[in-house]
């Protein structure tokens, strides 16, 4: 169904794009952020489906979103146009909610996508351009929409893993997103996080781990709101980077004996369906919710002894000591003390040695050891299938973040 059906009664004889540019927002700079007054759009665009407006959130109605149908529901999803966003959006239209994607002008890895693309993209959802990194800005987009919003959604993540932009992205934009989503009526909070926040070494998973706990805070103070927070294990993206090598008649690489870590891969459409069970499903409220694929868990060993035999080719490894990624992060570690320009370099040594050692599974702080039968399964996307498609495809939609690290 597209949106213009459901969302505004607008005729399904409306051109999608026409209607979308008319829900897509200015940039930011244009919005006037000392105007009172609704704008026209908002007037006659939105007032029809919306349940409550943020004037009558003085009194909340006694009912929780969740006794709504789903057409009457109003996700706002933050990050709706990263690798997994994008599916989280998808599945979201497709289950009939009023959906509110917010995103940049440039979206993407390195900005790639112009607002055309982002709107193709995200067919089915009201497209909001906004700037989640400033709250007021943030605020005055949704205050310009005349919507209340009952489900914020946050797919946000710092598309390089650097220092200062995890704490921008993966702390503060996701801050700002509850905040807004809280001032417009939001009362659930659906939160893609990471299972290795765990184990938290790197500054992307304090950053997400300050930001869990100020979510739990929240639904502690306040009994009508709360959260789901989810965390995966690997994607598919993540573990795709040596098929075509493996393809080509390359080796595969491997760290230790290649047991040194393991995952149960996800795929991005199952991780969006469970994501997507968060917003009504009552049994996922206020809980922290790790997630993997279907099957067992799967060591790099295994995965490169797979690839070889759907690719026909003969088992071919090298194995890399981990001891190599210790010693380039002790002198990276070393010269950031002399250039601290280098600290995202050393803080990328450290990513790839986290993923090259740790496993993404369920991990007992006690025993200090992953369980593989302690990670929840769920949907239907097998590893296997996903090598099949990349060996006949390629990895196109499967590309790495700005620093082809995850
Ligand atoms: N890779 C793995 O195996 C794995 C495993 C478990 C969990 N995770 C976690 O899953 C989460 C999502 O990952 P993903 O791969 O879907 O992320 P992604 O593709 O990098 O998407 C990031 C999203 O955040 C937005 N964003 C980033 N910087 C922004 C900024 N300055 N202003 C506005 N928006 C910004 C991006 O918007 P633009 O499109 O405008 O850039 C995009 O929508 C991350 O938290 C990650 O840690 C990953």
């Known amino acids: 169904m597209s949106t213009s059906t459901f969302f505004c009664g607008i005729t399904p004889n409306s051109s999608t794009s026409t209607f979308k540019n008319l829900l897509s927002f200015p940039h930011p700079t244009k919005i006037q952020p000392n105007s009172s007054k609704p704008s026209v759009f908002h007037q006659t665009r939105f007032n029809p489906v919306t349940a409550s407006t943020p004037t009558s959130l003085e009194s909340p109605p006694k009912s929780s979103f969740r006794d709504k149908p789903p057409k009457d529901i109003n996700v706002l999803v933050v990050g709706s146009t990263g690798y997994i966003g994008n599916f989280v959006v998808k599945e979201l239209v497709n289950r009939g909610f009023n959906v509110i994607a917010v995103c940049r002008e440039k979206s993407g890895i390195r900005g790639k996508n112009s607002k055309e693309d982002t709107l193709n993209k995200l067919n089915g959802a009201n497209v909001c351009f906004s700037d989640v990194t400033q709250l007021e800005i943030l605020e005055k987009s949704i205050e310009n929409l005349g919507v209340s919003i009952d489900v914020v959604v946050s797919c946000l993540a710092s598309r390089s893993g650097g220092v200062k932009d995890s704490w921008k992205i993966d702390y503060e934009a996701t801050k700002n997103s509850l905040l807004a989503g809280k001032s417009f009526g939001s009362k659930h909070f659906v939160l893609l996080s990471a299972i290795c926040v765990q184990k938290p070494l790197l500054e992307f998973q304090r950053a997400k781990l300050k930001f869990e706990a100020e979510l739990v805070e929240e639904a502690e103070k306040d009994e009508s709101f709360s959260y789901s927070i989810v965390r995966p294990t690997a994607f598919f993206k993540s573990l795709g980077g040596q098929v075509e090598l493996v393809k080509d008649g390359k080796p595969y690489v491997m760290f230790g004996d290649g047991k040194l870590c393991a995952c149960k891969p996800i795929s991005e459409p199952d991780l969006a369906?469970?994501?997507?069970?968060?917003?009504?499903?009552?049994?996922?409220?206020?809980?922290?919710?790790?997630?993997?694929?279907?099957?067992?868990?799967?060591?790099?060993?295994?995965?490169?002894?797979?690839?070889?035999?759907?690719?026909?080719?003969?088992?071919?490894?090298?194995?890399?000591?981990?001891?190599?990624?210790d010693f380039v992060i002790g002198v990276l570690d070393f010269l950031v003390k002399v250039f601290p320009s280098l600290e995202d370099a050393a803080e990328f040594g450290k990513i790839g040695r986290y993923y090259a050692a740790e496993s993404m599974l369920v991990y007992d702080p006690e025993t200090k050891e992953y369980s593989d039968e302690g990670t929840p399964s769920y949907g239907k996307d097998t590893l296997e299938d996903f090598f099949r498609k990349v060996l006949e495809e390629g990895m196109a939609g499967q590309e790495l973040g700005e620093q082809t690290i995850f």
């Open 273 to 325: 369906s469970f994501i997507a069970d968060c917003v009504l499903k009552p049994d996922m409220v206020n809980k922290i919710l790790p997630i993997g694929g279907p099957g067992k868990a799967l060591t790099p060993l295994e995965q490169g002894e797979m690839l070889f035999k759907l690719a026909g080719k003969k088992p071919n490894f090298i194995k890399v000591p981990i001891e190599i990624m």
